[in-house]
């Protein structure tokens, strides 16, 4: 395909996607997997109205990190060529799609450094209330965006959409554009990936980039967010919703670490420390988001209260304190590993101190659901024929290092204290995989005295794997004809803590969160490759009661019924160029 590897340790999320199909059609267990029912539509389209705005704000608007109180407004000032001023820049808030009813307006300025981008925090906001707001500056006004600050208090009723992995070289947005229709959503949460740092045709070959070549100094970095920011679907998202965001990898580079990277040769592409520090910079310059450490790009992980319904703890299993993965003994394609390989306490995804943050997140909730937005797979995914015990001496077999499986130690430091603390209610939400699943949390999923894979009785939490937007999954290296019905069964088979598996589609996750349950929604999306006449589909639900930690073995039977009378869209549409223009 044209992708270069500069394999360090580990395996890049294409080479596991690879492997893993190759190990699973070895053993008759992987392909294309049906969906569970038709669906309808995501919502009414955005209402007409509002004038496009002018050529200073090509890159839209967006906000994000919503508060109770406040939440951050972006814009990107296109300045004259080469003035190098400083802009100012003012934004004015509202209560009202029509623009009548001013709240409050608030002063920022575009500078060179930041790479003429601006963000505000309108502070002084009411809980759970939506807002609508524009920009101005050189004398022209922005498209009218519409946000939402969080709620406070009691809370019965949360919609959360969540997205992951957007190769714009693999094709369009689409599943962007329906969450951007979706008027009822509380927040978006975007789980990593949300920019790739391939070259042309590198990965991909649907849409060209800028820069042409794999990316890699900070105007690189910026050129690249520039670009992803000028695609309607994805405009169209950050105008409608707030968006809490994360990064994965390829917000710098393939299977990115604390000290080093895959897709990075150190002297020829530079140093990783720098490079890496270019990639956080440009992020935190065009990404809406709050750093809980003002100036520490370093700490990305946060926290946020949605009343008393939910907490939602962001992990960064990449750049802060990650160890490299080890890799596997035996050569691919299906590099297959006992799991002794990986058994090393003391290796870390996350570190102490990000680890101190979850435990008092997890033992001092301010919110029923304690939802943790992480990249990686936390639940155990393995190849092993038979059931993996002390009495058969049996070793599990794994074959990603890329994940959770290869670093069991925290895995397990954080099952147990949800065991011994007594801590229900906790649901992982990841990305990255380009797949979409649901299962169990527990320390030994084949531990049947600890653990009943019918019932779910001694799972500690459930995950939600989100597929991706683009970017491809098993479709990409599977027979095209050879669907392999069985495969879903044959999975579960082997990792009996998995209720929900499906490794072909692209679209989102909707979450819909009550007192009595949270239910986790996959929709997906029509063909990528094409710009145009997407539709999407609800394909399986899956519910998890309160105090249950576990997810059934049945999913529901449609979708949850969206919020009544929600706050209108923005008026108007982005003012972006073509998405494939660029």
């Avoid at 995989?433 to 531990?447: E, G, V």
């Avoid at 044959?490 to 990792?495: C, F, G, Q």
Wanted: hydrophobic share 35%; proline share 8%; net charge negative.
């Amino acid at each position: 395909m044209g992708r270069r590897f500069r394999r360090r340790q580990g395996l890049s999320r294409r080479d596991f996607l690879r492997t893993s199909a190759t190990a699973a059609l070895s053993a008759g267990l992987l392909g294309a997997c049906e969906s569970n029912g038709p669906g309808t539509g995501a919502g009414p389209a955005p209402a007409p109205g509002a004038p496009g705005p002018s050529k200073r704000f090509a890159h839209g608007v967006a906000s994000g990190d919503p508060q109770a109180d406040r939440v951050m407004l972006w814009t990107r000032i296109t300045p004259d060529a080469s003035s190098g001023a400083s802009i100012p820049v003012e934004v004015v808030v509202y209560a009202d799609a029509g623009l009548n009813q001013r709240v409050q307006s608030y002063s920022g300025t575009a500078t060179a450094a930041r790479d003429y981008t601006v963000k505000i925090d309108a502070t002084g906001l009411a809980p759970a209330t939506s807002y609508y707001y524009q920009f101005r500056a050189l004398g022209e006004d922005s498209m009218i965006g519409r946000t939402r600050t969080l709620p406070q208090g009691p809370t019965e009723h949360l919609r959360i959409g969540v997205a992951s992995c957007s190769s714009l070289a693999h094709g369009y947005f689409h599943a962007y554009r329906f969450l951007a229709q979706r008027a009822d959503l509380d927040v978006v949460l975007h789980l990593g990936d949300y920019i790739y740092e391939y070259g042309n045709d590198e990965y991909g070959s649907v849409r060209q980039y800028e820069p042409a070549a794999e990316i890699i100094s900070l105007d690189d970095y910026r050129t690249r967010h520039a670009q992803y920011k000028r695609d309607v679907d994805l405009q169209e998202l950050h105008r409608q919703h707030p968006v809490i965001a994360i990064w994965d990898d390829h917000e710098s580079t393939d299977n990115s670490r604390r000290d080093s990277a895959n897709n990075h040769t150190e002297g020829e592409e530079g140093v990783w420390a720098e490079r890496k520090g270019f990639a956080q910079q440009a992020y935190d310059e065009w990404m809406p988001i709050r750093y809980p450490e003002p100036g520490n790009v370093n700490r990305i992980w946060r926290r946020f209260a949605m009343g008393d319904l939910a907490d939602l703890t962001l992990l960064d299993t990449r750049l802060f304190d990650r160890d490299d993965e080890i890799e596997c003994g035996n050569p691919a394609p299906v590099p297959l590993c006992p799991e002794a390989t990986f058994a090393d306490p003391e290796r870390k995804l996350i570190g102490p101190e990000q680890m101190a943050f979850l435990q008092d997140a997890l033992a001092n909730p301010t919110g029923q659901w304690k939802l943790i937005g992480q990249q990686v797979m936390m639940g155990q995914l393995k190849f092993t024929p038979l059931p993996a015990n002390d009495q058969t001496g049996i070793q599990d077999v794994f074959f990603n290092a890329d994940q959770w499986d290869g670093y069991p130690g925290e895995r397990k430091q954080i099952l147990d204290f949800l065991q011994q603390n007594s801590i229900d209610d906790a649901v992982v939400l990841t990305g990255d995989i380009h797949t979409s699943w649901a299962m169990d949390l527990t320390q030994d999923p084949d531990n049947l005295l600890a653990y009943n894979p019918l019932t779910g009785s001694g799972s500690r939490a459930v995950e939600f794997v989100c597929t991706s937007v683009t970017s491809p999954g098993l479709e990409e290296i599977l027979p095209p004809t050879g669907t392999l019905p069985e495969s879903v069964n044959l999975i579960r088979a082997v990792n009996p803590h998995m209720r929900y598996v499906e490794g072909t589609r692209r679209g989102y996750m909707l979450l819909d969160l009550t007192p009595e349950a949270i239910v986790s929604e996959w929709w997906y999306v029509s063909d990528v490759t094409q710009a145009e006449g997407a539709s999407e589909e609800f394909a399986a639900g899956y519910r998890v009661a309160t105090g249950s930690n576990t997810v059934p073995q049945l999913p529901e039977s449609g979708p949850t019924a969206p919020k009544d009378n929600p706050p209108p869209l923005a008026p108007g549409t982005p003012a972006a160029e073509d998405p494939d223009a660029a």
